[in-house]
């Protein structure tokens, strides 16, 4: 049987591998998803839209109840100017990412995303027919404005990804601006994965899209409200982008899910507490891994946001790690460049990761 080039030279994402493979009694850090339960008003609202009878297929780009509330909280959290008719909703942020790549990219069009970095930017850019590129990241994790300015020109894409996964940095201010200005000059467009924002400690979010108009900012509410399962996410852009990333969602996808398109209006129009609650357990967390692991003698740039540590590890303390029952993602899943390290997920109750903290020790 013949499989499309594109797809047959693609893995599997090394985080789902070791997910789906963990045995009884192993203390699961591999997959990047909250602990915490979707706050109850928003589980409320889509009961009550299950009972309005709103099952429905909804407008391709989603309702526009849905649109304006995310338009508003981009107004007031990220000081960014997008009418409803700019937004698109997805099936998650995944899916707004794998619209614009569709839409945007032609054959062997060059992708840049910082490595280590999150497993689907290559993978979306190569199905799509284009080069993934990884940008070499300095040693706390951070990019590198000259590094970048060197390789943008004739780019057709940089995905933009702060606070970051897997590493945990928050670029500054000062980096995304000189990032973005240039690219907006080398006429490459910026993809701003923004999916963390709400989980920083310690630094200060700032959105891409502040500085330049070819910009398309994609986030969701699977991590900030503990929603993942919902699969709704959305992608804002220049109007121009809109109508090609629709044609292809419409064929994909028509819709995103009607039900958790209400409980995310919910999530936007209602009470934020449980956002700061998480933030502040996440910090917490942090900590506690962050400070295991020195103890151990092991250093690493502390993370900054998102909920992952990125810590240096080696092929045969990998193993050893995962023999002990503790499920870590190895660098190699994120790039090239950091081979000897290991993503570990702190959405875990505290609890859990003294355990985990204590296996590791073990396999030292």
């Not at 990241?137 to 897997?166: C, Q, W, Y």
């Not at 870590?328 to 903290?357: H, M, Q």
């Amino acid at each position: 049987m013949k499989i499309a080039g594109r797809v047959k030279n693609i893995e599997i994402s090394g985080i789902r591998k070791l997910f789906e493979s963990a045995g009884p009694g192993s203390i699961n850090l591999g997959l990047g998803q909250p602990d915490f339960d979707t706050p109850v008003h928003i589980k409320d609202a889509a009961i009550q839209a299950i009972r309005d009878g709103k099952t429905g297929y909804t407008n391709n780009t989603g309702i526009v109840e849905l649109r304006e509330a995310i338009c508003e909280k981009f107004a007031r959290e990220n000081h960014l100017s997008y009418t409803s008719e700019q937004v698109i909703v997805t099936a998650g942020a995944s899916e707004a990412l794998h619209l614009i790549m569709e839409a945007l990219v032609e054959t062997g069009d060059r992708v840049l995303f910082a490595d280590p970095g999150f497993v689907s930017y290559a993978a979306l850019a190569s199905i799509a027919g284009g080069r993934p590129e990884g940008v070499q990241l300095d040693p706390t994790f951070h990019l590198d404005i000259e590094k970048v300015k060197e390789v943008m020109d004739g780019a057709r894409l940089f995905v933009l990804n702060s606070p970051a996964n897997p590493t945990g940095a928050v670029e500054s201010k000062e980096t995304i601006r000189g990032i973005v200005e240039y690219a907006m000059d080398a006429g490459v467009t910026i993809i701003s994965d923004e999916v963390y924002e709400h989980f920083i400690y310690g630094r200060e979010h700032v959105s891409a899209a502040a500085f330049g108009d070819d910009v398309i900012t994609v986030n969701a509410v699977s991590k900030t409200y503990a929603m993942t399962g919902w699969r709704l996410g959305y992608l804002a852009a220049p109007e121009e982008y809109i109508t090609p990333c629709t044609k292809v969602h419409q064929y994909c996808q028509a819709c995103a899910t009607s039900i958790s398109q209400y409980a995310s209006i919910a999530a936007y129009t209602g009470d934020q507490s449980p956002v700061a609650a998480m933030k502040q357990e996440y910090e917490a967390r942090r900590d506690l891994i962050y400070h295991g692991f020195k103890s151990m003698g092991i250093d690493f740039p502390i993370p900054e946001g998102a909920f992952y540590a990125f810590v240096p590890m080696d092929q045969p303390l990998i193993s050893r790690v995962l023999s002990k029952g503790v499920v870590i993602v190895p660098g190699s899943a994120f790039g090239t460049n950091a081979p000897d390290y290991a993503r570990l997920s702190y959405a875990a109750p505290r609890k859990t990761l003294e355990e985990a903290i204590q296996r590791i020790q073990s396999a030292l």
